[in-house]
């Protein structure tokens, strides 16, 4: 079996819980991420996505376990592993466009000053950022905004992997539709391979190609993969007539209220934790010849 | 009033605050009697002699207008123009300022981005730090043996703690966002040192720079009266020892004026390395 392009294994994280006891967030956590593929991780807060991102983008070093990309162990921070934080983390004295552009001359050392600025100007125009906004300083602009330019800076860096924490979190809803359009867009061109974290399910489904299901902690694990059989492009008004839709939605919904909860606090007895593919698909056209009963199944 | 801004009647009252302030102190120094209305007592024993007192303001302004239309003639030691007089001090609170800077910021780094530096410097700082500037001067100048050199050294000493404990205090306090930042974009420690830490800790170092600056110039004064010679602490001294009340209050105006026109300097600087989150 050949390894996938990005691949975590036997992912433990333990703290010190405070009492003189150990607190284990996650156990033996292993599961992989195809080359060019957009995978959502949803689980309730607390259950260590955000420390698996933090590990994955090398901020946080696991108890155990290894994460390897492209055939290399990842150890301490990358510039191909770019990072959308949820609070944007844009740095507040400088420019929109010198956000951007430290972070290409960071990659691009050898570029002139003038193919940074331009490249910059480019990423910036393509989440819609363009004329004076960009020297504007970020206190200046809305919280959407912000977050645009935490995007154009990480997918200006063309990392390996994007990582996306929560990247709208903190923004109202109508101005998260817009910039996940904006974020299809500019993956969609891109092909990047990008793992994110978030807790709407309707945001899981449009934008990613296998949504990762964690249970609560402590002991959470990954239990389900579940691929989201809808094809692209998508987007969001049309997505909800489809065939698979509601049925993934609900999939979801059950395991977020209840399973999650059922599911958790089991240790792994040192074996590798690996998610239970589920794939809900009811146009007909599946090679599964029995989706209900595979639905079913997973369900009891 | 309500046709003038704000800043138009704070500039009205300001102006009217000081007419009669000066028109008080005008009316309150009493007038010296003339020889001829003496009586002979009084001229016998001695009542006609020029009075040391207190100058009106009117006379303030004479001498004020008289030292600053010529403020850098040199007529030998003891009687030089008051530009020179605070160019001396200037020059003493710069050199010691710097060098407080040069060796406080860098250190103050050191203490702010490491736990262990923090606690290892701490108790020193805390001894060091409330002892007056002046009691230092009695060992810099027996170890240094050049008066001019240990009223630096008192300036080094005195500002150097505002500047130390700002920066320490800015750089550990830097966003650890930030610093992802700078991590995830595998800039090196020096790089994440000026392009991170620097701006993001900048308004906290100046505003302890001002503080010491503020310092540096209340205590060059002290200074420059134990170790005499030149300066704008010297030459208050000096006016005393020649009982010119005129030239004392003068020169105590200068030195409000120049201390104002210092911490000016600095507000503009930390307005232009401020930033909005």
Known sequence: ?300 | MPSLSLNQRALLMSVLILVVGLLIWEAAIPAQKAVGELTEYERLTGGGAQKAGVPPPSQVFVKAWEELSNPFYDAGPNDKGIGIQIGYSIYRVLSGYLMAAIVAIPLGFLIGMSPVAYKALNPFIQVLRPISPLAWMPLALFIIQDSEASAIFVIFICSIWPMLLNTAFGVAGVRQDWVNVARTHELGHIKTAFTVILPAAAPTIVTGMRISIGIAWLVIVAAEMLVGGTGIGYYVWNEWNNLDLTSVIFSIMMIGVVGMLLDMAFATLQRAVAYAE
């Open chain 1, 1 to 300: 079996m050949t390894k996938p392009f990005l691949s975590i294994e036997n992912l433990t994280q333990r703290y010190p819980d405070g009492q003189g006891g150990i607190m284990t967030v996650f156990e033996d956590a292993t599961f992989g991420v195809e080359k060019g593929e957009f995978v959502v991780i949803l689980g309730h807060s607390g259950c260590g996505k955000s420390t698996i991102m933090n590990i994955l983008a090398g901020l946080a070093d696991p108890t155990s376990g290894v994460v390897t990309m492209d055939g290399r162990e990842v150890s301490g921070p990358s510039l191909d592993r770019g990072v959308v934080f949820q609070n944007y983390s844009l740095l507040p004295w400088l420019s929109t466009l010198k956000n951007v552009s430290f972070g290409v001359a960071a990659r691009h050392p050898d570029w002139s000053k003038a193919k940074v600025l331009e490249h910059s100007r480019n990423y910036l125009a393509m989440v819609g950022l363009e004329g004076d906004v960009i020297h504007r300083k970020p206190s200046q602009l809305s919280g959407g905004m912000r977050q645009r330019v935490s995007i154009a800076r990480a997918f200006a860096n063309h990392p390996k992997l994007l990582l996306l924490d929560e990247p709208f979190g903190a923004l109202d809803a109508l101005t998260r539709g817009t910039i996940q359009d904006e974020l299809l867009k500019i993956w969609g061109d891109s092909g990047q391979t990008v793992f994110m974290i978030t807790h709407d399910i309707d945001e899981a489904i449009l934008l990613a190609d296998r949504i990762l299901l964690m249970t609560n902690g402590p002991f959470a694990r990954v239990a389900e993969s579940v691929d989201i059989t809808i094809p692209r492009p998508r987007n969001r008004t049309d997505i909800v007539e489809h065939p698979n839709y509601y049925a993934i939605r609900n999939h979801l919904v059950q395991f977020l209220g209840k399973r999650s909860k059922d599911l958790a606090g089991q240790a792994s007895d040192g074996a590798a934790q690996r998610p239970e593919t589920v794939r809900i698909d009811l146009t007909g056209t599946a090679k599964d010849p029995t989706p209900e009963t595979r639905l079913r199944a997973v369900n009891t």
